[in-house]
């Protein structure tokens, strides 16, 4: 039965699981998440890359959204929250700064250390928790992934379509 399950039964080791050090550019973690999804022998596609210190002790993540946060020209950061308004509002006219000064800047800013766009680690879970507690801790923070934790060192990580997969299992059991 699925809910019997473990987390360390569905856990995709760290060995297996892209993570770099804080000091490594945005740029870096790029080409790693390129390679990983280029991979045919990847039988899960990552989606971010784990964030570690030097003493191997984690820090955070960087996930598809912060890598294209942390490549966004400065000039189009703005202090207020900007809301999308529709495409009436993009003016169209700006292909040059689009195509020339946007791709520049973009390789600029991916020059910055992972630490200065990387998201904190929210919450973790032990290997040999249940499933269940899995589940119930990414829904109530909003996670995707999960640190899977043994002997207080990150031994892999969970993914919320991994526990999706075993808990509906049940659900469609005859």
Avoid at 27 to 51: F, G, T
Avoid at 147 to 171: N, S, W
Wanted: hydrophobic share 45%.
């Amino acid at each position: 039965m699925p809910i019997e399950r473990l987390v360390k039964d569905i856990m995709i080791p760290l060995t297996d699981y892209p993570h770099i050090p804080y000091w490594f550019s945005v740029r870096e973690a790029i080409a790693m998440i390129k390679a990983a999804s280029a991979d045919p022998a990847k039988k899960a596609l990552p989606y971010l890359v784990l964030v570690f210190d030097e003493k191997y002790q984690l820090l955070g993540h960087l996930g598809i959204k912060e890598m294209l946060q942390g490549i966004e020209p400065r000039f189009l950061k703005s202090k207020e929250a900007p809301r999308y308004m529709g495409p009436e509002a993009v003016d169209l006219t700006l292909g040059t700064l689009w195509k020339d000064l946007f791709t520049r800047r973009c390789k600029e800013e991916a020059k910055k250390p992972v630490k200065e766009v990387m998201a904190p680690i929210r919450a973790t879970i032990n290997a040999t928790d249940p499933i269940v507690k899995a589940a119930y801790v990414m829904l109530h923070t909003d996670a995707w992934i999960i640190p899977v934790m043994e002997d207080k060192r990150v031994a892999g990580i969970a993914r919320l379509m991994d526990i999706f997969k075993e808990l509906t299992a049940q659900v469609l059991e005859v």
